[in-house]
Each structure stands twice: as structure tokens, then as C-alpha cells.
């Protein structure tokens, strides 16, 4: 290992990172107190620059998708990253930063020393966090991750905003763990169905006949999506996006210069839209509601995205309700209930997922099947949930939400809950979503809003958007306002005061 001369103690900034190089490798330097840290300069979950993330309560948030990491030791506080932050050797000479060209070792695979067994369903976003977490917190017994998708584990979010409109093949979406870490941290991958559980029992049956015993488990099976009761609904061509084998399947059918017709105005559906006009196909939005977006973003960012939408040429189109698809062993065109029709090649549904809790006959559940948590996800002795098949208690309702980040963090408070500790749900829900190439941040769960204001141009960002309720901040969405967000996902999980959120984005 060698030292490098990297930068002057004197130019380290006290409220932000600083990037420095040695050769090829991005390395961040922080202050904390009157000492430095080095770490690694790109967030390990998909490598944004953490010298333009925000410092704050102790913590480094990633200016992308709002990982947390501490400051003092790097170590791992939010997902979506699932690794904590590798660190180098520092030393300070006379006013001079030196830093090693290699990080400090830090093997943590805990000892098999548990005779338990513990479970996993689903190795999704919540699953694959959740195996991740058992090690990390130092369980030692048998870890079993099962899913049904045989190449399970990977980042289902890129799917539907650089896999179909055609910038990353299929067969290099990011997994979420590589294979040598299953083996090197003994996760045991099951590639099957889980067809029942019997939670008095503690077992679970899969679809080749196997009974598995467990001592606890955690159920993390995502959300089946919602499909259409249409003659013609059965059509090769009409499709719905949830897993890699969708969007190939997608992909072999989707030609430039043909027509898709999207029936949803979802996040995956308006997604898709983008991607596949991206693609080079002509592209109508079948809808419901005149503004996308509106319920969780409000009117003005709707109408904004809409427009982004529209100046890409997609065609958006709430006249009517689609009964029909036609067309004799291929997609010919949609039907409406207006009489109206749209010739189409393909068809993509993107009007929403349920949870896919069908297995699991003997818990109770929701109205929309989902499984009732605590604030800690158990459900019941033995068995916990997480992800988007789970209700759970948030500041004093109980919601159902989909995001890729709350699921994994989910995840990380049943796997410590597993072990015995006693979390509970704490944060600010947050997702990102993309449109033609441009990255919208949410933060919060508003149902309700009696104030709304913006910085900056929802039709030109940069912008961002607070919205708030009796003068608490309840959400605030935005675009190209990275750093001001990474701020607020960690300012938000105390109550924040409208006027104080103000100061705070105008610095
Ligand atoms: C195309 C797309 C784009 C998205 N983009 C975003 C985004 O930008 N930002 C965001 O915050 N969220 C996004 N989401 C939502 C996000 O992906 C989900 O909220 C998240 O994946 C939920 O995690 P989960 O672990 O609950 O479910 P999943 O990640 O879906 O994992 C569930 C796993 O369980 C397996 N499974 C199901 N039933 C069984 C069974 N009976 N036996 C065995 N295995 C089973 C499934 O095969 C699957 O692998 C997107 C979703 C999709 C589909
Ligand atoms: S790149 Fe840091 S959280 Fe995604």
C-alpha cells in the first residue's frame, strides 16, 4: 500500500465532501470534527458522486437514491446501498492529506455458530436486503433465500427506464449481490415457488413437493401486476412489465416505427411510455385522470411531466376506457368505449400491482391482500413481511407503499427484529422516478395538502416543490436539486416546519 498526497487539510470543506483522485479511484474525503475520513468517492449502490451528497445529523446521504451512510466509520444506515462504506488509510503531514491507494480490510462474515434456520420468500428488493442484513447484524445460522425467478436479485427499477427503451440489455441489469458474496456470506439460494406456509408449524411447502422447517421467516414476495378482464387480453403482444423476463419479452416484440398503446397512467406505465418512445415507437397513454401524477405530485409537477411527455411525442389520452383488444393471434388495435380506435402493434398494462400474498392462505390479511405488520413487521409469532406486500403503520395510519428503498429498509428492521431487536419504521418514504432522461425525487407520503410552493420551474427545472400541512412539511418533490433533497431526507424525519424548510433550500 502506498500513501498519496491528495489535498491540504486547510481545503477540505466543513459541510460537504471533498473528491480527490488516486489514479483511477475516486476517493472522498470528510471532515468529522477536527479529524478526516477517506472513503470510497462513489455510492456503492449505483456509483453517484458522494462529494455531492449532503452531511447532516452525523449522517452522508447519496445525492442519487438517498442511501445513508455515518459519517464517523462509513458503516451502513439506509439502503438502497447494502454495503457499508470502504475505507483508506489517512494520514495527516504538516497541513498535507495523504491517503492509501488500498481501503482497510473488513471481513465480516459472521461464524456458523446458530443452529437456527431462518427464511427468506422472495429475493427482491426486500429479500435480497434482508439476507444481506441477517449477516451483517452477525446472524450465524442457516440463511435460505427462495424465489420463484431463477435469476432472482437484481435491480427491478432500471427495467421499465434503460431496459425497454433499449440502453441496457437485459442480461446486464445490475444484480443486487453477486455470486460470490451469497457463497462467501453461506446464503443458500432456492430457485421455487413457495406454495403454502403454515405458520403455526413453522414450515413452508414449494412447488416440487419440498417441506422446509424454519425458525423464522420473512416474506417479501412483491406485488403480481394487475391485468386486464378484456376479450383480446390474451394476445401475445399485450404485455405488463414486472420482472427481467417481461421486459425481454418486451423488447423481442417492440420494433421502431410501431405503435404501443400504454392502458395506465402508473409511474411504470408513464415509465414505459418514455422508454418506448425512446425506442423509436409511436406511443398513446390510455388514462384515467387528465394529469398524471397528480395525487402524489400535485397538479403543476403532473402537468409539467405531461408536457415533458408530450413534447416528446407521446400522445396522452383520456377519452375513453378500452374494451377491447383487437386483432386475430396478434395485437391489431385498442378499442374503446367511445367507439374510438387506436391501431396498435403492442400493448402494455401498467395499472398496478397487488400484493402477491396468494400462497400465505392462513394469515389474515387487508382488503387489498396485503399483509397487516406491526412497526416493527411482524405479523405474527415466527413471521415477518416486508416490500410492497405489506400495511404498515406510519406516522398514525396505516398505508401500503410501493418504493424500492422503503421495502429494503423494511427489510433491514425485520432482519434486526429477527434477531430479537426491537426497530421500528422511523424514516421518510422516498422514491425517484425518470422521464426522457430526466430524474424526479420524492420525499414523504402526502395524502393531503393545504400549502404547496416551488423554487425554480416545474416545466424547467431545476425546481423543487414543498408541500405542507398545517405548516409541517409533508413531501417535497423535485428535479436536478440533488443535494437540497439528500438535505431533506434526513431534516424530514423530524417534524419540519414549512418556514424552516424554506430557509433551509435557500441556504
Ligand atoms: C419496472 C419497475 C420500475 C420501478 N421503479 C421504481 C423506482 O424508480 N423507484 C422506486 O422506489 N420503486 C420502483 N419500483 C417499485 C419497486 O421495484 C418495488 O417497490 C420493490 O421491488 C418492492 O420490493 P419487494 O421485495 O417487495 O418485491 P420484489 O422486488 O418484486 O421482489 C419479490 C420477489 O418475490 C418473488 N416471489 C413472489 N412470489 C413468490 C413465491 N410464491 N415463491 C417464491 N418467490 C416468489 C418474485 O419472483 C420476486 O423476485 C419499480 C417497480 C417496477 C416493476
Ligand atoms: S447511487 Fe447512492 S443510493 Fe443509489
Same mark, same amino acid.
Given at each position: 500500500?502506498?500513501?498519496?498526497r ?7 470543506p ?54 445513508q ?8 444506515c ?29 471481513a465480516h ?19 435480497t ?75 413452508? =411447502? @414449494?412447488?416440487? *413437493? &419440498?417441506? /422446509?422447517?424454519? %425458525?423464522? +421467516? $420473512?416474506?417479501?414476495? !412483491?406485488?403480481? #401486476? ?28 417492440a ?29 398513446t ?49 385498442? =378499442? @374503446?368505449?367511445? *367507439? &374510438?380506435r /387506436?391501431?396498435? %402493434?403492442? +400493448? $402494455?398494462?401498467?395499472? !398496478?400491482v397487488? #400484493? ?52 429494503q ?36 407520503h ?10 425554480g ?8 416543490? @414543498? ?9 417535497? +418533490? ?30
Amino acid at each position: 500500500m502506498i500513501l498519496h498526497r491528495v489535498a491540504r487539510f486547510a481545503d477540505i470543506p466543513e459541510n460537504r465532501g471533498l473528491e480527490v483522485k488516486i489514479e483511477d479511484s475516486k476517493i472522498l474525503l470528510l471532515k468529522v470534527g477536527d479529524q478526516l475520513r477517506a472513503y470510497q468517492g462513489e455510492c456503492p449502490h449505483a456509483g453517484a458522486p458522494l462529494a455531492e451528497g449532503a452531511l447532516c445529523n452525523g449522517r452522508l446521504t447519496c445525492p442519487w437514491h438517498k442511501a445513508q451512510f455515518r459519517i464517523e466509520d462509513g458503516g451502513l444506515c439506509e439502503p438502497p446501498a447494502l454495503d457499508s462504506l470502504k475505507r483508506y488509510p489517512l494520514e495527516v503531514r504538516d497541513g498535507e492529506v495523504w491517503v492509501g491507494d488500498q481501503p482497510l480490510v473488513d471481513a465480516h462474515t459472521p461464524p456458523a455458530d446458530d443452529e437456527r434456520t431462518f427464511v427468506i420468500v422472495g429475493a427482491g428488493a426486500a429479500g435480497t436486503a434482508a439476507a444481506a442484513a441477517l449477516r451483517e447484524k452477525g446472524f450465524g445460522g442457516r440463511v435460505l433465500l427462495i424465489d420463484r425467478e431463477n435469476a432472482a436479485g437484481y435491480d427491478r427499477t432500471v427495467l421499465s427506464k434503460f431496459v425497454i427503451s433499449g440502453e441496457t440489455p437485459p442480461d446486464d441489469v445490475p444484480t443486487l449481490r453477486d455470486e460470490a458474496f451469497y457463497k462467501e456470506q453461506r446464503i443458500e439460494r432456492i430457485n421455487a415457488d413457495v406454495v403454502s406456509l403454515d405458520s403455526t408449524h413453522r414450515t413452508l =411447502r @414449494l412447488s416440487d *413437493g &419440498q417441506s /422446509l422447517d424454519y %425458525d423464522a +421467516v $420473512l416474506l417479501a414476495t !412483491g406485488g403480481t #401486476p394487475k391485468t386486464l378482464e378484456l376479450p383480446g387480453a390474451d394476445l401475445p403482444q399485450v404485455f405488463v412489465l414486472r420482472s427481467r423476463d417481461h421486459a425481454q419479452r418486451i423488447l423481442k416484440s417492440a420494433k421502431p416505427g410501431q405503435r404501443a398503446v400504454i392502458i395506465g397512467d402508473s409511474f411504470i406505465a408513464m415509465e414505459s411510455a418514455s422508454s418506448l418512445r425512446q425506442y423509436g415507437l409511436d406511443v398513446t397513454v390510455l388514462a384515467r385522470q387528465p394529469v398524471p401524477f397528480a395525487k402524489q405530485f400535485g397538479e403543476t409537477v403532473g402537468k409539467a411531466i405531461l408536457a415533458l411527455h408530450q413534447a416528446n411525442g407521446v400522445v396522452f389520452s383520456t377519452e375513453g376506457e378500452a374494451t377491447q383488444i383487437e386483432g386475430v393471434n396478434k395485437v391489431d388495435a385498442v =378499442r @374503446l368505449d367511445n *367507439g &374510438q380506435r /387506436l391501431p396498435a %402493434d403492442l +400493448v $402494455l398494462v401498467g395499472i !398496478g400491482v397487488s #400484493p402477491a400474498t396468494g400462497a400465505f392462505t392462513d394469515l389474515p390479511k387487508e382488503k387489498d391482500h396485503s399483509l397487516c405488520v406491526d412497526g416493527g413487521m411482524r405479523v405474527t409469532d415466527g413471521l415477518w413481511a416486508a416490500g410492497d406486500i405489506v400495511t404498515f403503520p406510519l406516522n398514525g395510519q396505516r398505508v401500503r407503499i410501493e418504493h424500492w428503498r422503503l421495502a429494503q429498509q423494511q427489510a433491514r428492521i425485520a432482519a434486526a427484529n429477527m434477531l430479537g431487536g426491537d426497530e421500528h419504521y422511523l424514516d421518510v418514504p422516498y422514491f425517484w422516478t425518470w422521464h426522457f432522461g430526466k430524474n424526479y425525487d420524492y420525499l414523504g407520503h402526502a395524502e393531503a395538502w393545504d400549502e404547496v410552493e416551488f423554487k425554480g420551474d416545474p416545466f424547467n427545472p431545476p425546481f423543487i416543490g @414543498l408541500f405542507g400541512k398545517n405548516g409541517v412539511v409533508t413531501a417535497a +418533490v423535485a428535479c436536478d436539486e440533488e443535494r437540497t433533497m439528500a438535505m431533506l431526507a434526513e431534516r424530514m424525519k423530524q417534524p419540519l416546519s414549512v418556514d424552516e424548510g424554506w430557509r433551509l433550500i435557500r441556504g
